[in-house]
């Protein structure tokens, strides 16, 4: 599989780190263009390149880690999914207090990010995990880090789960992308933040 990241903060670097560990070849991308990306991928290795989002965006997986307000620039004008993975890592904050969240009615996140990327199977993932909890080996003495995952397409979750499971995390299903999103949405959700190792 090839990867690539919407968004190269310390979220999409941090997946990308993984990836690249584990032998696969990621593109990143941000809004300022490949340009600005040179010494990021040169601190991740040659598995890791930089792209233009719709590059990124041709992969077979492709992992969203943008701020919540650039969500619909982000995924505009991009070429049709035809089925590839999205993972959507984003929470609907646009700063950092309670009052910064955004009222979304009965919609999850997810369910806003599906509606900007028609095609695209959305698994949604890593939004629970604080980016520095993210970026380390997740594999400890104690245990794995849990890595809570939702997504309504079971061919898309199953092809997640065995990368999380490859990067070294323990993902765990948490159901479809409605429901489960509901579990782990900031504002509310009870894994939201929840920080956890499983024993294996």
Do not use: C
């Not at 590839?84 to 890592?89: S, Y």
């Amino acid at each position: 599989m090839h990867f690539g990241t919407i968004g190269a903060g310390a979220i999409g670097q941090a997946i990308a780190g993984h990836l690249v560990a584990a032998g696969h070849r990621v593109v990143l991308s941000n809004g300022r263009g490949p340009d600005s990306l040179s010494e990021v991928v040169q601190r991740l290795g040659p598995s890791a390149t930089a792209g233009t989002v719709a590059e990124a965006a041709a992969a077979d997986v492709v992992f969203l880690a943008v701020r919540w307000s650039d969500i619909p620039a982000a995924l505009a004008n991009l070429p049709a999914w035809n089925g590839r993975i999205l993972v959507d890592t984003t929470n609907q904050l646009t700063g950092v207090t309670p009052a910064d969240l955004v009222d979304l009615g009965s919609d999850t996140g997810s369910e806003f990010v599906a509606r900007h990327a028609p095609g695209a199977r959305v698994v949604k993932a890593f939004n629970t995990l604080f980016a520095e909890h993210i970026a380390p080996d997740p594999r400890h003495a104690e245990g794995r880090r849990l890595l809570f995952y939702a997504g309504d397409d079971a061919a898309a979750k199953a092809d997640f789960h065995a990368i999380a499971d490859e990067i070294g995390f323990a993902p765990v299903d948490v159901g479809a992308l409605r429901e489960g999103g509901r579990l782990m949405q900031v504002g509310g959700g009870p894994l939201s933040a929840l920080h956890a190792l499983k024993q294996d």
